[in-house]
């Protein structure tokens, strides 16, 4: 049963995670689902797959009230990050789902109508919860090539879709990284073959290592913290990708 | 199957203010256990009615507990129905692009399938409405009780001599809270009564 937990709260402003599922079908990969709330609105990262959905809805619905989820944001579009998005829907029809501009005509076969998208261009966009700057950052061709990560720069959090990801082993169930270097080995061949390009890690770590990063959350695997995010970033900056 | 997520989402959150509820209460005839304690021997009385808030409350807080776990489980299965629904939405209009408006054979034993697992979802939400009923009945006992453990320590304060004032304050919030719980009581109970 995946489980949700509270990684960063002050006042109405929290950001939960809903991870890991020891039940989930082994040929599903486990997935992290991130809600961010404040003052009342909340906005789901990455809701999953159909697959999982009932999984996730059912962990989110013991912490929060889904019916204040007010937008979804889409790292990209791959099948585990976004195909739950019909379902949210029906839940709230209104609910916006904020992607690439790339993804903005492929993520609908998934669910929605024309109202339902919101485009992200490019260079990012700052998405506004009740009041709360969120900044998405673009991340292109990691590994998506229309790609964005969230940036909250209040909790000082940063969420990052597939960097960071790491296929962990199912007796390795805690929910941050606690010993780097036994972590970063299930990170390793993730990377190095799904990430597409060095220039674009290049862009990345140059545009992130500016921000203030007090956790470092991936899609998949365990939440990078404190001195760990700044490992991580050497460590990706080190690790030669894709096609080189 | 008429029930929805939203169904689901409206009782879970009703569910969740009765906890809450039931779990301040039972905080507050702690408190009111531990003034008795150190109140001694000179309020021997004021003793007796607050472990009778005590057991109540705490018998409140029990009760509610499984009222989760049901809420839980319907939300899941309800996830799990909207799930298969789209599916099925998706099954019978293809089986509508077929021939003469026909499913084929393969398509059509899918769309067999599918009101198959519908049949199971259903018998499992009767399922599900029948527990929560009968949890129901069990927190609607217990609030009852707790109203009248309240009403009595209200009625004994005259008689507590210097925590009197102490235990009627306690014993009016508990009221209360028993009486800001029992609407929420009702909306469950017609919100398990319309999950069909």
């Known amino acids: ?244 | 199957m008429r029930a929805s997520l939203r169904d689901a989402v409206t009782l879970r959150e009703c569910v969740k203010r009765v906890v809450e509820t039931c779990g301040d209460m039972k905080l507050l005839s702690v408190g009111t256990m531990a003034s008795a304690l150190r109140a001694g021997h000179a309020a021997r009385g004021f003793a007796v009615v607050a472990a009778d808030l005590r057991v109540t409350g705490d018998t409140l807080a029990n009760s509610v507990r499984p009222l989760d776990q049901l809420a839980d489980a319907l939300t899941t299965l309800l996830a799990g129905v909207a799930v298969r629904r789209r599916r099925s939405a998706a099954l019978r209009r293809a089986g509508e692009h077929g021939a003469g408006g026909d499913a084929s054979p393969p398509l059509a034993a899918a769309i067999r399938a599918a009101e198959a697992h519908d049949a199971a979802a259903e018998e499992s939400l009767r399922v599900l409405r029948l527990a929560l009923a009968g949890r129901l009945d069990v927190v609607n006992d217990a609030s009852a009780y707790a109203l009248a453990a309240a009403r009595t320590a209200k009625l004994e304060t005259t008689a507590a001599g210097l925590e009197g004032q102490r235990l009627a304050e306690a014993a009016r919030r508990f009221e209360e809270a028993i009486e800001g719980l029992r609407p929420s009581l009702r909306e469950l109970s017609r919100l398990a009564g319309n999950l069909t």
């Open chain 1, 1 to 244: 049963m995946k489980k949700a937990h509270v990684i960063f709260e002050r006042g109405a402003h929290r950001w939960i995670v809903v991870a890991r599922d020891p039940e989930r079908p082994g040929h599903v990969i486990d997935t992290n689902e991130y809600v961010v709330e404040h003052a009342g609105q909340a906005l789901l990262t990455d809701p999953g797959g159909s697959e999982i959905f009932p999984a996730v809805f059912a962990a989110l619905g013991r912490v929060v009230d889904p019916r204040t989820i007010r937008a979804i944001f889409a790292s990209h579009q791959d099948p585990d990050v976004i195909s739950s998005l019909g379902l949210w829907l029906e839940l709230d029809p209104t609910l916006r789902c904020h992607a690439s501009r790339l993804w903005t005509t492929f993520i609908p076969h998934f669910g929605g109508d024309g109202q339902t998208m919101a485009a992200i261009p490019d260079q990012g966009a700052t998405l506004d919860l009740a009041g709360l700057a969120l900044e998405a950052v673009p991340a292109h061709y990691l590994h998506s090539s229309g790609n964005f990560h969230l940036y909250d720069p209040v909790a000082r959090v940063l969420f990052t879709g597939d960097i960071g990801a790491a296929l962990l082993p199912p007796d390795r169930e805690g929910l941050y990284v606690e010993d780097f270097d036994r972590h970063i080995r299930y990170a390793h061949a993730f990377h190095e073959r799904w990430m597409g390009s060095n220039e674009a890690k290049r862009a990345w770590i140059d545009r992130v290592s500016k921000l203030p990063i007090d956790l470092l959350c991936p899609q998949h695997g365990a939440i990078y913290r404190g001195a760990d995010v700044a490992r991580f970033l050497q460590w990706f900056s080190d690790l030669k990708v894709g096609i080189y």
